[in-house]
């Protein structure tokens, strides 16, 4: 499996608070940690030429992570096409944290994906609502953050194909925090935690979730649909 | 549209305390403010004859309203069976707070339908998470009920087809509280809030949901399925 | 409830099998026997400035009802930046055979929307798989309709919400031929016959359906969500 | 993993057609081509004490899978009963043909079961409607099968979570055929060919599937949900 960690990677390089915490930037934590496991992981960024999504790049990755929360509007229409039409043709997604304004996301959801936020460094419990679902192996009935930015609902979604993890808020809102999409012959999930002012991705829980939502995106040999004029009736022999 | 609010009807024989909220009883109460709507409402309670839902009432019911709680186990099988029956072939059924634990509602599911429950007089609110949903007319972007009993997940229910409401709990949980089945012709609304020593009945909002959930699952006219064996293959023009 | 009846009208001008189908052109036909229900309806296509769909249009029509075919490309991108504004804001959208491919349902979608076709005078069953959905009030197990173009999986859809139909073909195929989504405050419901060369839009059963799917996406003053910054923590009680 | 491969074994002791095609019978074919892919497989049938699935052997299954056509009737309840809280416990089902009928499944579903049905020799089609499940891995578009018993909608299951592949026959109908559903922590998959008087479960396509169906029920760790009375509100740091 081969793996693409694309980060913004643009407060790592202005806000110091970010760059202590993640010295090798949040790709480079959460590329570390996916290594544990033996997954082949490399990383791209928003400031390579083409953000580091090349077609060769892209034709090989079995699974791109994507965090970026301050600079979407930079990411180029044709990169966004590319990675679209390649979640279609099978490449699963993995969306954290403000990833969910990305354009990738918003293209594949079909809505705004608008939500409410706060920060306020709240405690967040993430509580597990599908405990049959594989991303939950290895944690507990919920994940407990002890300070992270808030989201809350409404969370301007398509109805979720499953939704694994509500959130809970110390300010009074909720989120659905962990939700799956199927997309063509690809595997979407989006993961909520991340702000990137809190150590959040160097939670083991954190880590496993997102270990296990790699591995569930990852397709391997589905089969491929066929598109278009079908063969002419004559040759339909339920038809003669 | 024909409604019956069923009722165990035992707190408010032996606690002043809900039958001084609910002095026509938890049925009465929701019965008056249905009536509102002009709907033809009726009440049924477990210690009537047949629990009240005699095969004339069933048959002539198409919305039940179910509000149980400590004495789900005194519910007859062969009545739990014929209700069963008729939300099958298309009544509607509005399951109210611990109506969760209620044969009925645990034989329409296949689960345990358990939960995690705390009485400490908390803070709820419950979150829409469907806003285009006809249950969700004429509320706000949630409800906000000063004092409720805590429901908290895992709540053992299947994935609902529709999720509408999630709860927040001052404590630190939180729950579905507000979800659609379909089984058969028939549809199922859950709907979490109304523990008997709180007057939340009373409370306009949740009327409106629970006015809007009546209607919701009520049926008018859908097809009626024919199952078994059909007919013989001779006389399908397509296989000649 | 104001209905708005859309239609590219290209094939009605150039094809005398169409015109003569449809002489007041599919618009026309479909307008004509939505109004049997007292429904209030107008008509728009794409050749009337902005495609007959101004801001006015738009911010009074509850219910869209969308045919299009050969001419997808000519609508322009801020037309359906607009009406996709709309449908998440709430307004209803019925969607019809060929409009698979419009732009709209792309969007809405985030998928290709591509599936299988043939013309072939088949027959076309389209059994209901949701017997409890009002969509099939009044029709029975099956819709038949003699001759229709075939429309084959896989449909690059996303995941309905609800499936209400799946048809049959004679040549071998089946399709997902009546499906429903939320996106926002607004319901969508696709919905597969109507090739413009058969009169399929005067079948009473498939008038039914088209009836009562406008009526089940349209929408009644659900909750509106508010986004964006939340009010400062220190204005939440719970967190003092 | 152990796997075990529950068949009612009725059919291959009184009729030589079935005895011919299955000489091991259908649960030593099925437990043949799991063989192939090292899983560990038991069998269990229903003349067996306890019908072969005693506390210890259901203690230690981790997928169980199930086949029974005539004699669903004769399964003992408190058999039913164990095999159903070990699925909400993880225990994954894979339930095939007409183990629709079966007690286990029925339970799980909450609903009949019920189906229209035809032994005609039909051709029948499954075709892939969600090309991004594991359970399609490894085969084509659709699986063909020169002759099989028909089985038609509606089919009287709630909303599966997950339709993967819906299925064509020559006679006019079309089936549900793939399903999945989430029951607590067990993950249930369905599958409609394998009347026993056809040679279906020889098919390397169907035994693909259900390969993939049983590594895909596998329930590996999840979490494990606490119910009942939380604890006081007292010991909850946010209420304090």
Redesign the interface.
Known sequence: MNVVVWNENRHEKTNPVVSDIYPKGIHGAIADFLREDNIFVETATLDEPEHGLTDKVLSETDVLVWWGHKAHEEVKEEVVEKVHKRV?E?MGLVVLHSGHFSKIFK??????C?????E????E?L????????I??????YIELEKEE?Y?????I??P???IF?????????F?SGST???????VFYFRPGHETYPTYYNKEVQTVIKNGVKWVN???????????????EE?P??K
């Open positions: 279609l099978g293209k594949l959801m079909g809505t705004t608008d939500l409410k936020w706060r306020a460094d709240e405690k419990r509580w597990v609502v599908d405990p049959s679902h594989p939950t192996e290895g944690i507990g009935e808030m809350g609902e409404h969370f301007d398509p109805t194909d499953q939704l509500v959130s809970w808020f110390e300010g009074g809102e909720v659905r999409y199927q997309r063509g012959k690809g595997k397709n391997n040999n589905t089969p491929t649909p066929v598109y278009g004029n079908a063969k002419p009736i339909i339920e038809k």
